[in-house]
């Protein structure tokens, strides 16, 4: 008797579990077709109210940025809540993805019809990817609607980085950043060898080089690690030419021509010379025979390397945390512009109740600076503080830290870390006078590869890089008949359809611009 | 109808077994058969606003990747390969030692010997990533420092693809020995003592011991756990070959498998959909397998059959 | 209780020769193995206390080159949440075998009875999860969205808590249960509970505490679980509260890049040791404690009588 009923128990609850399991299909499906009958409800609720903003109803807003938790975020928490509550009747929860998770989490975000209204978003976080597969809700009317000081902020070619497939996916940084590969090196031990000249030619790296060799054997010269070279990437920036996308180092065109033509890395003809030269460097021993499985990511920083190739921001931090090495940086980047926009970038979720408040939350970040230093400063004399020349400090670096919310960043509001080189400043000042709109590089900076077609051959490509790329670039393998490995196998993995198809992206493109 | 009539008899006559095995079964049904349908991603061109059943189909073109080139048919064979070295080195290291440490009469020896083996164990294989890069870098690693020291010349060890089978699998043995063993060791306790007394009072030698007594009573248990490694011989500890060969493509035709290779396709580009087509390819071929060997087991020994 | 009927050799008997060279063979070999466990291990413990840039520049000794507590500092820096971390694991941990071995040892059981017509299909059945899984993505929505696991420590237990190679061991320590003995017991008209429960269980005791053992293990090292499935800090067990300090010290770097801010040195190196320590410690204590039952084990004679 017992025993039936258990069995009855179990049969029903199968059943049940059957039947959650027929409407768990049945929910994604209706969920998804919720999701954009809402932002549509929601655009025209927009247009009915004209913008006017309707903040009667205190709303909560959720927000995920990548990083982990600060110990005393409670406290700014509080304070930009106040804020908030004052200024626009919400109040924000933000969520942490930490650096532990971000890889495995931040896609699954999107896919677990968690509501959320917020979240950071980046080129490395596969932003276009994830706009193309509808993670996203369209931004079209939401932001100049709701947003329009932040709207009339926005440059063309941040606008048209945030477009995909014909919609606007994200709201970009303010706070424009550069491609400027170069060399960041000791200073004190370039004034030792005599090198007074900013180190930014590969001679004058070779120099250095065989300097450190024969005085500091103990060090490496050039700091390479586990995450693989970036030389060839230096390489063809000096000579002018630009990778097409920044997952595809392999393939490059010359945004100074006339109608550019892409191509692939071993149909450069000075890449001969260059992997020769990477092989003599490789042989002086000017990094370690074993760099790819080295993890240690932080040996310029510490003393253990002399030059390492990056971008300046790096540079910026050494020059902190070590000004008594004096560290230099040589921009080795023949012509400069800006990253794209979508570097840092700001996105709503399918699943969001609240895209109006959020976009007016995000329009009051990126333009008023009491909001912008309570969320990414927190609170003053306690969390950090600032120096006459307005520049920050945080406080106590084991409670507090700089928020995670790198897209809410603008150049108007944004606060350099007091000890940063005022050459940082005037060098940028430079290079914005540098950059002209539309013209050389800039006007491919807008432009984003769409994979869909061929990611097959990405993913081929992909490997082959780091297969036979990286050890050639490393002087690992013979610089002539490693090429030849190199371009066989990259063409065996399909190259020729993905030339194919960015030359077409990237015509298409420069028709588009007229 | 025929079956349900089985079903029927069967439930009457052990409806008590039925109900022991209950709680397992619906717990498996619930937390592995139903996300199961995730499968069908493999054939799907993921969208996030659609989700797993409204995603368009996209036919086979997520195991593209996997074949393009040539690389599925080494990437398979290396896998199979290393996972049959792994198999055969660790399960007979364990079984060795496990004999070793039931034979050996000081127990002190024999506690501290058996707790020391297992920590190996405890080590991640980020840490033992670490130590084989110290150990086998050539500016500055230990094994250069003793070559260098006996006035020989230094070895690029991450310039010799070949030898390093020869270390994953020395490392796979190091780590798992100790926790196979324990299954060993458990497996011969078990056996009747007066099994033994009765062996050595009829004047059996000790290696007549082992040969009739221990290495029979450990049969099964080799004979499942050989079974059980078999019928995951298409996956590959990732974790193991990401941090002991790390991004050094000279040592990749000699040390990718399915997981690392799938893990570096995609590292720029990831697709949740070509994620799924690399684990089904896996699952497959894993089941056809172990279905045969599964069949030709019970043909010999219906005890020794998983299934 | 069997204290004195452990496998020993009988020592009544002269060792022959051939014994001699065997037990030769035996202690070297053994003791070679226990020496390629043990330095790695002093290495580990070495390095977790040894200053980073040390290690930078002159890697790993059995010696700590210049001593440095920088590693614990910052494991230790807020000591709460390492005990409370502790303390989730200790849970998790206790629940999870406790349940585990239960389900374990009665499907064992059930699968390797001869006349349950169904047993090899049963087996079948959860074998075939080894084979088949949703992948993460599905599995991860389906037990948020259905099984709202989220933030819940079931999400902690539940994945791990019915394995099937366990199942299977455990199978092989079921089979070498006399099936006499289950049958002089039903015509003595024990239930099969019954049997289950007062014969069945007492004689898988090594069964048990190797699965035990294992289960336990795999609680203790699981962070990916809580990975996905944890959002609350106080939560999280040991593992992951570790993984997260050793990420959240490296990612400072990155973020440094990120946002033109600098940060200080962090011992990376040192840190994964540290971390390896003080996951690695308690284990290696109560080792001890639970293995008598490996090294005794409970033979079937003594329980008969």
Known sequence: MSMRKKILATLLAMTMAIGMLAGCGGGSSSGSSDAPASSDSGSADAGSTDGAADTSKEVNLVMYVISDRPAGQDVVDENLNKLLKEKLNCTLTINWIGWAEYANKYPLLFSSGEEFDIAYCATWLNFANLARRGAFKSLDELLPTYAPDNYALQSQTALQQATIDGHIYAVPTLLPTYITYGSIYRGDLAKEAGMTDTIDTWEEVEQFGDWIKANHPEMEVIDEYSSGPELSLVWERMAGNYEIDSGNRYIFYDPSEEEPKVFAIYDDPTIGDFYEMCYRFGEKGFWSKSALSDTDSSKTQNGKAAIRFHNVDTWSGYTVLHPEWDFQYGVMTSEIAHLPYTQDCMVISNTSKNPERAMMFWNLLTTDQEVYDALYYGVLGTTYELNEEGQFTILDTDLYSTSAMWAARTFDLNRNQAGVPESYDTMRAEWEEQIQDGVGIEKYTGFVLDTTNITTEIANCQNVRQQYGWPLELGYTDPVAGLEEYKQKLQEAGIEKVLEECQKQLDAYRTSLG | MKFFKGFAEEFKRNRALFAMAAPAFILVLVMQYFPMTGLVLAFKNYRYDMGVFGSPWNGLANFRYLFASGTGWLITRNTILYNLLNLITSQLLAVLIAIFITEINNMIFKKVTQSIILLPYFISWVVVGVFVYNLFNFETGMMNGVLKAMGMDPVNMYGIPGAWPVIICLFNAWKWTGYNSVIYIAAITGVDGEIYEAASIDGATIFQRILYITLPSIRPTLVTMILLQVGRILRGDFEMFYQIVGNNGQLFNATDVIDTYVFRSLITNPDIGMTAAATFYQSVLCFVIIMVVNAVVKRIDEDYALF | ?305
């Open chain 3, 1 to 305: 209780m069997a204290k004195e009927k452990e496998i020993v050799a009988p020592r009544k008997i002269k060792l022959s020769t051939s014994s001699k060279v065997f037990y030769v063979i035996c202690y070297t070999i053994v003791t070679l193995m226990t020496i390629v466990c043990l330095v790695p291990f002093i290495l580990l413990v070495s390095g977790s206390f040894t200053a980073e840039n040390w290690i930078r520049f002159h890697g790993y000794g059995l010696i700590p080159g210049e001593f440095s507590l920088e590693a614990y500092k910052i494991i230790f820096k807020t000591p709460e949440r390492i005990i409370r971390a502790y303390g989730v694991s200790i849970m998790i941990t206790l629940i999870g075998v406790a349940i585990g071995l239960l389900l374990t040892a009665l499907t064992a059981y059930v699968i390797s009875r001869k006349d349950f017509k169904y047993r090899n299909a049963l087996s079948f059945f959860f074998y075939f999860t080894t084979l088949f899984n949703g992948g993460m993505v599905s599995t991860y929505i389906y037990y948020i969205q259905y099984l709202h696991l989220k933030d819940s420590y079931l999400a902690l237990i539940l994945p791990m808590v019915f394995n099937v190679f366990y199942l299977l061991i455990m199978r092989t320590f079921v089979n070498n249960i006399p099936v006499a003995l289950i049958e002089s017991a039903k015509l003595d008209g024990a239930g099969e509970w019954r049997i289950f429960f007062t014969i069945i269980l007492p004689l898988l005791q090594s069964g048990l505490a190797t699965i035990g053992l294992f289960l336990a293990l795999g609680y203790w090292n699981d962070w990916y679980n809580a990975m996905l499935y944890m959002n609350t800090e106080a939560k999280y067990p040991l593992q992951y509260m570790l993984y997260s300090i050793q990420q959240q010290a490296q990612a400072l770097a990155r973020i440094a890049s990120q946002a033109g801010i600098s940060v200080q040195d962090l011992p990376s190196s040192s840190l994964k040791m540290a971390m390896a320590v003080v996951a690695t410690g308690p284990i290696v204590i109560l080792y001890p404690f639970v293995q008598k039952y490996f090294v005794a084990g409970i033979t079937i004679g003594s329980v008969k009588g």
